[in-house]
Each structure stands twice: as C-alpha cells, then as structure tokens.
C-alpha cells in the first residue's frame, strides 16, 4: 500500500500552501522536507540568542491579494497577522525624505513637502497604471494560459485604445518609465528599488510592469506575522496536520521514484521510500527536481530546464541584533521614543537610479557592488516579540551581489567585509548605527542562500524574472501549467508562475491543476 494520496517534496511556503488545499480537499498528503524545520526560504529561527531572524522573506505584501490565510483558515493554526503603516520610507543625502502609506491621499500629502509636481504626478501614475496593476493579481492568480492572460491581463484591464497607447510604456524598461513620469529623481527612486527587488534592472526591455505594479501596494499594504515570517509556514503546516496530513523534517531526498513512466514516489538519504497512489509534488527548485527525476526526464525536457537561466545572484541580506534602531539624520526619532514612525515600515536608501544602475554595473563585471542600495527593515519596532526588551533586529538587503566573482575570491573569505561595507552605507543616513551597535549578526551571502535555503547561485526568485521567463515561459511553455513531463508530478515553487515571492499563488494554482486532473478520484 502507498505511504499516502499525495506526496509533497520540499515543505517551502508554495509547496505547504499546495499541500493544504489538497488535504482540505480530502487527500491523504504527506510532506517531507530536508531541513530541520519546514518553511523553506519562509522560516524564523533564533540565531542569536533572544533575537528571532527570518532566513528569506520578510514583509508580507503578495500574499494579502490571494484569498489563501481566509481559504485555509491559517488564523485558527496560530497566524497573527500585524498591518503595517507607513509602508516605505525613503532619506536623501540632501536631508530630505518622504512616506509612503497605504493610503494614496497621505502619500501625496508626504510627497508634495519635497516636490509639489511630483505629489501630483503620483497620483497620475497611480491612477493610470492601477487597472493594468489589478489585471497583473488576476494573472498571478490563475495557471497562465493564453485564455487566463487574455482574460486578465487584456480584456480585464481594459486593453481598448488607451490601452494600446500603453503598450510602448509596457514594452520599455522601469527606468526608462519612471524617468518619463516624473520630474525629480527621488521617488522615482523609490518605485524603481522597490521593483529591482525581482532582479531585473532599470534598464532590461519589457520590465517595466515590475514597476507598474507599485498601485498595488497601496491595496494590498504591507503585512508580518507576529512572531515571525515563519510563523506563515508554522501554521500551514499545523492546518495540514489537523486535516490528517503530516509534515516530515530532516529527510533530504535524493531521487525520485518512478514505475512505468510513471512518478510514485520519492527516496531519501537514509534509503527510506515513501510514495503516493495518486500524485507527486515538487516544491523544489526545478533544477533540483530536474537532479531527481535522473535518467526518467526525457532529455529533450532535460535541455528545455537546463536552458532556463539561474543567473548570477543579485542580492545579500545581513540580520543583526542591535542596542537600537537606525536615527535617520533626514527625520531624527522623537526625543524620548524607542521608535519614530518610518520604523515601522520598509526603509530604502537608494537616492536616485543612476546609483542603482552603477550598482547593477559593478555586479555585471563580477564585483560586489561598491556602494549598494539598501533597505533597512526594523520588524521589532511593530512586533517587541523578536527580540528583547530594549532591543531590536535589524536586517539590511542590498543589491547587487553576484554569486560568482570575477577576482576569483570566495565569498566565505569576503562576507563580513561586505556586510562592513552595507552598514557603512546605512551609517551615511543614520550616523547612529555604528559596529559596536551590533550584538550579533547572520551574513546572508549568495552561497550562503544557496547552501542553507537551496536556492542556486543565490537567486530568491529561483529562476531570472525576464520577460522570457514569465508567465507560459516559466519555467517552460510545456510545463507552465505546473504539469512535470512525466507523468503523475507536479510542479510547484518560484520555479513556476508566477515566480518568487511571499504569495502563495503558485501553490494555490498547483492544487487546482492537481485537483482538476484528478476530477471524480478526489475523495469525498
């Protein structure tokens, strides 16, 4: 007899997310992960002790479009989450600065103190790209075929002749966009490293929508879950114990079991087998899931995945515990408070795109980049139970980082020096966050990503978010409606539509392929 329904290799947030729908649905699931803990890139673990670190993700903001936490009721399993407002805040070398809040009016109110033009062309970019913007959630939502783009992308956003006019905006990069938008380069500033967040750079063709997606932000606002980023996780997995699945740790597998052409199963490093009457999932990386199939992926398939680009890295992340919070010269705490406001949001030090661009050109030619742009996140400020009292977490993730170096060095030999460089870059805006500040920290270099979260050569998204990826391409047109080329696995993951991200909508989508195809077997 097989060992479940539906086995789920890999326990990262899409992979949970996939396994949840399927055991509300009535299936036997079973989820075996290779890690000490499930939750994949979307785990919080105590590194130094008192102070909790998320591993990967860390604001909540995909997620809040989908109808996953209601559908799966992640609530009962433990799952708090806390609204954040403002949503981003953005210091100057100059000592100017603004807000952004989820409501459009105040961020306008906020703009229009430093440049009166640009509040108001805030609100035209907000007003004009927001349909398109809306018809990109209803796409992410769905499997991407042509019917489904068509639906959401075209005909729901209203692609009539203002809509045409649009096409060349789309075709563009973001920065070429942004620039044509706006009159002073600050907020652009803002919008553009908010969108390289996804890899591409200002300048890459057809990446324009990265930044067009901006009105979406102040829909979905920006969310944590108390505790933690894994507490997300923490609670699917809850919510699939209690509908009699099970979440199995520490079992790394090393292939894939397969009877006449056919995927039942999955094998571990310890030799243990586990298998499913009805389906396999991989939540893996799809080249990882390219590693186990081994010789039972046709190799016309096998060329179609080894094509697909993992590119070089492009970011590093640093979790420090620290005595306080960063004090912006640009908007100074309150005398008295432990926090100012800004502190509760995203904080971006980027002060125009030419710095993101020279950024960007340092990690084409191999080298870390010599002054990076950064954001500064102080969940503790909004949430007192990741660290202790009087004290706080700060992380700073920067861009560009690649993950393999020109010069020949190892990032083993060079992570703490560049994590000197990134605080130092934050010590510009906030002369406060001096070394000795530092309690402890985690570098998070490209290899380290890949060694401890599998994510190769340090891609967050698992695969590059170009054009050529996206949508039906990824992570190929004949497996993007999460059907593996062989028969009875699953695809789920950033590997797949609609790619990296706290989302969850590729793991929702997954479960209705799955759900779909298994039609009148699905148990009652």
């Known amino acids: 007899m097989a060992d479940c329904d539906i086995l789920v290799v890999g326990a990262g947030h899409n992979a949970l997310v996939c396994a949840g729908y399927l055991a509300q649905a009535g299936y036997k699931v079973l989820v075996i992960e290779r890690r000490h803990k499930a939750g994949g890139a979307v785990v919080t673990e105590e590194i130094v002790p008192g102070f909790k670190f998320d591993l ?9 479009h989908t109808p996953i936490v209601r559908d799966l009721e992640l609530e009962k399993y433990g799952l708090d989450y806390i609204d954040l407002d403002p949503l981003f805040f953005a210091p100057f070398p100059d000592g100017s600065h603004f807000t952004m809040w989820r409501d459009v009016d105040k961020t306008i109110e906020s703009i229009a103190q430093m440049s009166p033009v640009d509040a108001e062309n805030y609100r035209k970019f907000i007003n004009k790209w927001k349909p398109m913007a809306e018809g990109m959630v209803g796409a992410f939502m769905h499997a991407p075929t042509p019917l489904n783009l068509g639906r959401y992308m075209i005909f729901g956003q209203g692609f009539n002749r203002n809509g045409l006019d649009q096409l060349n905006d789309i075709i563009r990069g973001y920065g070429q966009v ?4 706006f009159s002073d380069p600050r907020v652009p500033a803002l919008i553009a490293w908010m969108a390289a967040q996804s890899g591409p750079p200002p300048t890459e063709p057809f990446s324009a929508p990265f930044a067009l997606w901006h009105p979406m932000y102040h829909e979905s606002g920006v969310r944590r879950p108390r505790g933690g980023s894994g507490q997300l996780t923490q609670a699917l997995q809850k919510m699939i114990e209690a509908h009699g699945g099970q979440v199995l740790l520490n079992q790394p597998v090393t292939r894939l079991l397969s009877e006449n052409g056919r995927v039942v199963g999955a094998e571990t490093a310890s030799g243990e087998r586990f298998t499913a009457s009805r389906a396999v999932v991989s939540g893996a990386h799809i080249h990882t899931t390219m590693k186990l199939l081994g010789d039972d992926l046709p190799s016309n398939k096998r060329t179609l995945i080894e094509r697909s680009r993992i590119g070089n890295g492009f970011g590093m992340v640093i979790r420090a515990a620290v005595d306080e919070l960063p004090n912006y010269t640009a908007s100074p705490t309150p005398a008295g408070k432990p926090f100012a406001d800004h502190h509760i949001g995203m904080q971006f030090m980027c002060p125009d795109m030419g710095y993101l661009e020279r950024a960007y050109g340092d990690y084409l030619g191999g080298r870390p980049s010599s002054e990076p742009a950064i954001i500064a996140m102080t969940w503790s400020a909004s949430d007192p139970t990741l660290a202790p ?55 998070e270099t490209p290899l380290y990503l890949e060694r401890e979260l599998g994510l ?25 409606t999460y059907r593996a080329p062989v028969k009875g696995l699953y695809l789920t993951g950033a590997s797949t539509h609609p790619g990296g991200g706290i989302m969850g909508a590729a793991g929702r989508n997954a479960a209705a392929t799955i759900l779909h195809d298994l039609g009148k077997k699905r148990r009652d």
């Open 389 to 443: 009292e009087g004290k706080h977490v700060l992380f700073l993730w920067s861009q560009y980082f690649p993950y393999e170096l020109a010069n020949g060095e190892s990032w083993d030999d060079i992570g703490e020096r560049e994590a000197d460089k990134v605080l130092g870059i934050l010590r510009r805006y906030a002369p406060n966050m001096t070394k000795d500040k530092v309690i402890g920290w985690l570098v």
């Open 178 to 181: 942004l620039k044509q938008s």
């Open 456 to 480: 190769y050569r340090g891609n967050v998204m698992h695969l590059e978010m170009s054009i050529d990826q996206m949508f039906l391409l990824r992570p190929a047109l004949s497996m993007s």
């Open 56 to 64: 990967g993700g860390s604001a909540h903001i995909l997620i809040n």
